[in-house]
Structure formats: structure tokens, C-alpha cells
């Protein structure tokens, strides 16, 4: 698992984990009927022009982002001590324009709202299905260490021989369960703000905006309703775990 996972970390490049991002390097822009892609899309669109909306309020210039030391601190400390064993890591470690800051914070609200949501509320309907999708495996597959795979030997009883038993089953079925619950602290969802930070009449018309684009959205998911793991008022604004 570890070494997956170090395998993994090192193709991650951080422009890949924005929608366009995640699309694009899937190669699904064109493919019909895909409703992450489309929906992903609307909401994508709307939290774009939400950030960039914020954002031209306090950076009028380019200027004024060269010189907000707080932001380029945070950029080369992310670049480079974040990710500091994994050289193609993608994240700018200088923000030189607001067209970057815009793609950097809209990715950011992107991950840690949407994308996050509607992998991690999805689980169960995956994971929840042991023989579709197990988490361990009590005999060899087919094929290992290059055995030539003979399919008319291959019978049932094998498959059933590599699933895991009643308990592990049970144990794997009881936390997808609960890791695609909503919790009592995701009372906090995309575009509602418990807490406001902004005073400007500006930011505050940027907000209102946002969420009168959210709501036409999850109209339009509604009439189709069709799949609807992207509906924002289920979409907390970031995990609470």
C-alpha cells in the first residue's frame, strides 16, 4: 500500500487537481452523459467567478500581488518545503499574476468543497458492495508473478476464495457507512458562511451573487435528477474530518 501510495504521490502535480485539471488529464471533456463532467462544470464555472470577483477587490494590480510578502511567503514555503521531495509537484512557488491566484485559490476552494464531497459521500455506493469492490484479498489473483492465466480453471469457488470473510466484510460495509454519513459538524455548506469576514459592499454583493449561482444550479441538477452527488446545498464547504 505504501509503496501505491509513494508511486502516486509522485505523478501528483498540483495542476492537475483543479476540474479543468482533472478532466483534461482523464481525457472525458467530450464524453456525453457524464455528469461529474457537467455538473463539475457549472459549479466550477460559478466558483471562478466567485474568487476572481473577491479577489480583484484587494489586488488592483499586478503590484500589489508582487509585493504582498504574505502571499509569495506562502507560495515558496508550499513549493518548496511542502513538497519538497517531489520536484515536479506543480504548485507555483512564486504567484506572479492574479490570473495564478485566481487558479490557485479557485482550486483550492474546488478540492477541499466539491471534489472532496462527492468522492467521499460516494464511498458506500462503491465500497459498500464487497465481490464489486473489495479492500483485501485472502488468495492469489489470476496472473500473479506472471503465471499464465488459464480462464476455463478459473471457476467461482475461486473468486469466492479471495473475498474476505463475514466479519471483514461486515467491518469494511460499517465504515464506507459511516464515512459517506453526513456528520453534525458539516452544517456549514458551499456559499453559506456561519462566519463573515467581509464587510466591503463589494465582497458582500460577490457573495450574494455565488449563491444565487448555486441555487440556479442545483435547479438545473434537480430537473434533470439524474445523478446528484454535486447538489450544493449537500456539498459542505470543507471536510470535517
Same mark, same amino acid.
Given at each position: ?6 508511486? %502516486? ?49 484587494? *489586488? ?22 511542502? *513538497? ?32 472532496? %464531497? ?14 464489486? $469492490?473489495?479492500? %483485501? ?24 476464495? $479471495?473475498?474476505?470473510?463475514? @466479519? ?13 454519513? *453526513?456528520?453534525?459538524? @458539516? ?18 454583493? $460577490? ?29 459542505? %464547504?470543507?471536510?470535517?474530518?
Amino acid at each position: 500500500m505504501m509503496e501505491l501510495m509513494n508511486r %502516486s504521490y509522485k505523478q501528483w502535480n498540483f495542476s492537475n487537481t483543479s476540474f479543468t485539471g482533472l478532466v483534461g488529464s482523464r481525457n472525458v471533456e467530450h464524453l456525453p452523459e457524464y455528469y461529474y463532467k457537467d455538473d463539475g462544470n457549472l459549479i466550477w464555472g460559478a466558483i471562478l467567478k466567485f474568487v476572481q470577483g473577491i479577489l480583484s477587490i484587494y *489586488y488592483t494590480s499586478e503590484n500589489d500581488i508582487h509585493s504582498d510578502e504574505e502571499l509569495q511567503n506562502f507560495a515558496r514555503e508550499v513549493a518548496t518545503v511542502g *513538497y519538497f521531495d517531489h520536484p515536479n509537484h506543480g504548485f507555483p512557488e512564486v504567484i506572479d499574476s492574479l490570473e495564478t491566484l485566481i487558479d490557485v485559490v479557485s482550486t483550492v476552494v474546488w478540492t477541499a468543497s466539491v471534489q472532496h %464531497s462527492t468522492v467521499n459521500f460516494g464511498q458506500y455506493d462503491t465500497f459498500g458492495n464487497i465481490p464489486f $469492490c473489495s479492500a %483485501s484479498m485472502f488468495s492469489e489473483p489470476p496472473g500473479h508473478n506472471g503465471a499464465k492465466v488459464d480462464k476455463t480453471s478459473f471457476t467461482y469457488d475461486h473468486i469466492i476464495n $479471495c473475498l474476505p470473510n463475514k @466479519e471483514i466484510s461486515s467491518q469494511q460495509v460499517a465504515i464506507m457507512y459511516v464515512l459517506s454519513s *453526513y456528520s453534525d459538524a @458539516e452544517d456549514v455548506y458551499l456559499g453559506d458562511y456561519d462566519e463573515m469576514l467581509f464587510t466591503e459592499h463589494e465582497a458582500l454583493a $460577490c457573495f450574494e451573487q455565488f449563491r444565487d449561482d448555486l441555487r440556479i444550479i442545483e435547479d438545473t441538477i434537480n430537473e434533470r435528477n439524474d445523478w446528484t452527488k454535486m447538489i450544493p446545498s449537500k456539498i459542505p %464547504s470543507s471536510p470535517a474530518i
